[in-house]
């Protein structure tokens, strides 16, 4: 062991059976300390209660157990549920609960704060303060579970990393929450449950291919040209659309898994007709399963606007027409902030 106290769930179970056995114990008391933190999903060592206190003791001597705590929860009239997290060292984070007649999905974030800067993203307007571990992003979705169960009975059905942050930028974090959040030992849920959105980062979603990754991918667009999407998008500079169509295709021929497009309308900037063609030449180039149409969500920093319904209808109609298959999705949680572009640690 190395001097000064460890987050003991950054261990594997090989490297605590060696702590165990230098510590003079069974090695089987290793195993018994990785169900409690991973199936049992204990946020303190005190809890591990089939250890003796002498052993609890000595683990608290040498570990820590920086477990995310809830801070604050608010309920919006539609049934969403959003959570302000607390770190270990004073941050916070929110997560969202989102039911649905079908699902009850948990939308998680990556990183404290984002460096992207997206103009029509609340989260956008805080400076990053750092990425959330792999743990840490685990714990949301433990305690998004439990208050799925708690209020509707039925555990989570769906993950979608779409909270504060871009996931692809912490991405070493984002697969490890993912491969605990599928083990057997960890929460079992399927990889096809799961869909991490980036805002395009061409690179990493080249590398998502090479780790053959089973979860789905969602590419937040909302802007069909480079100059449009530049605009509201400052990371359009270092990774534009043919990039990020290259690197979906990539994405495609390494892992099969779904793609989706993200795109928010905005009034009089992205929802013409000929944006509409835009997109569909898009959609053509790469195998994407669906167009998500997603209404704008005001934020108090920036002055965009939504379109008109009629409006909506004659952008939908002209997609439709066009065979591109896509889902207007109403937003959800607008009435405490927890809808698309809102998280920002208001409260």
């Given at each position: 062991?190395?001097?000064?106290?460890?987050?003991?769930?950054?261990?594997?179970?090989?490297?605590?059976?060696?702590?165990f056995?230098?510590?003079?114990?069974?090695?089987?008391?290793?195993?018994q300390?990785?169900?409690?933190?991973?199936?049992?999903?204990?946020?303190?060592?005190?809890?591990?209660?089939?250890?003796?206190?002498?052993?609890r003791?000595?683990?608290?001597?040498?570990?820590?157990?920086?477990?995310?705590?809830?801070?604050?929860?608010?309920?919006?009239?539609?049934?969403?549920?959003k959570?302000?997290?607390?770190?270990?060292?004073?941050?916070?984070?929110?997560?969202?609960?989102?039911?649905?007649?079908?699902?009850?999905?948990?939308?998680v974030?990556?990183?404290?704060?984002?460096?992207?800067?997206?103009?029509?993203?609340?989260?956008?307007?805080?400076?990053?303060?750092?990425?959330?571990?792999?743990?840490?992003?685990?714990?949301?979705?433990?305690?998004?579970?439990?208050?799925?169960?708690?209020?509707?009975?039925?555990?989570?059905?769906?993950?979608?990393?779409?909270?504060?942050?871009?996931?692809?930028?912490?991405?070493?974090?984002?697969?490890?929450?993912?491969e605990?959040?599928?083990?057997?030992?960890?929460?079992?849920?399927?990889?096809?449950?799961?869909?991490?959105?980036?805002?395009?980062?061409?690179?990493?979603?080249?590398?998502?291919?090479?780790?053959?990754?089973?979860?789905?991918?969602?590419?937040?667009l909302?802007?069909?040209?480079?100059?449009?999407?530049?605009?509201?998008?400052?990371?359009?500079?270092?990774?534009?659309?043919?990039?990020?169509?290259?690197?979906?295709?990539?994405?495609?021929?390494?892992?099969?898994?779904?793609?989706?497009?993200?795109?928010?309308?905005?009034?009089?900037l992205?929802?013409?007709i000929?944006?509409?063609?835009?997109?569909?030449?898009?959609?053509?180039?790469?195998?994407?399963?669906?167009?998500?149409?997603?209404?704008?969500?005001?934020?108090?920093?920036?002055?965009?606007?939504?379109?008109?319904?009629?409006?909506?209808?004659?952008?939908?109609?002209?997609?439709?027409?066009?065979?591109?298959?896509?889902?207007?999705?109403?937003?959800?949680?607008?009435?405490?902030?927890?809808?698309?572009?809102?998280?920002a640690?208001?409260?």
């Amino acid at each position: 062991m190395k001097s000064g106290k460890q987050n003991i769930r950054h261990f594997t179970l090989p490297e605590l059976e060696v702590y165990f056995e230098e510590l003079g114990e069974k090695k089987f008391r290793a195993k018994q300390v990785y169900e409690w933190i991973w199936t049992k999903q204990v946020h303190s060592i005190e809890e591990m209660t089939n250890l003796s206190k002498e052993l609890r003791q000595k683990l608290n001597d040498n570990f820590t157990l920086p477990a995310l705590v809830i801070n604050s929860t608010q309920y919006s009239a539609d049934g969403t549920v959003k959570s302000s997290f607390k770190t270990f060292d004073g941050h916070l984070v929110e997560g969202v609960l989102i039911p649905t007649e079908n699902r009850v999905t948990a939308c998680v974030s990556s990183q404290i704060g984002c460096s992207l800067s997206c103009k029509f993203c609340a989260t956008g307007y805080i400076d990053r303060k750092r990425n959330l571990d792999f743990d840490e992003i685990y714990d949301q979705v433990v305690l998004i579970n439990r208050q799925s169960e708690k209020i509707y009975g039925k555990k989570l059905t769906n993950i979608v990393f779409m909270g504060m942050g871009e996931p692809l930028l912490n991405y070493k974090n984002v697969l490890k929450s993912i491969e605990r959040i599928t083990a057997p030992d960890g929460l079992g849920m399927s990889p096809r449950r799961i869909t991490v959105s980036t805002a395009g980062v061409a690179k990493m979603i080249r590398q998502l291919g090479d780790d053959k990754v089973k979860f789905k991918l969602a590419l937040s667009l909302h802007a069909a040209n480079d100059t449009k999407r530049h605009d509201i998008m400052p990371i359009n500079d270092s990774n534009n659309i043919k990039s990020l169509i290259e690197a979906l295709n990539y994405f495609y021929k390494q892992t099969k898994n779904e793609i989706t497009f993200e795109y928010i309308l905005f009034n009089n900037l992205n929802d013409s007709i000929q944006d509409a063609d835009e997109l569909t030449k898009i959609y053509r180039q790469v195998p994407a399963d669906l167009v998500n149409i997603i209404e704008y969500n005001p934020i108090e920093f920036a002055q965009f606007a939504k379109p008109d319904e009629d409006k909506v209808a004659v952008f939908m109609k002209h997609l439709e027409k066009n065979r591109v298959n896509a889902h207007l999705r109403r937003s959800r949680g607008k009435d405490i902030d927890a809808a698309c572009g809102q998280l920002a640690n208001k409260n």
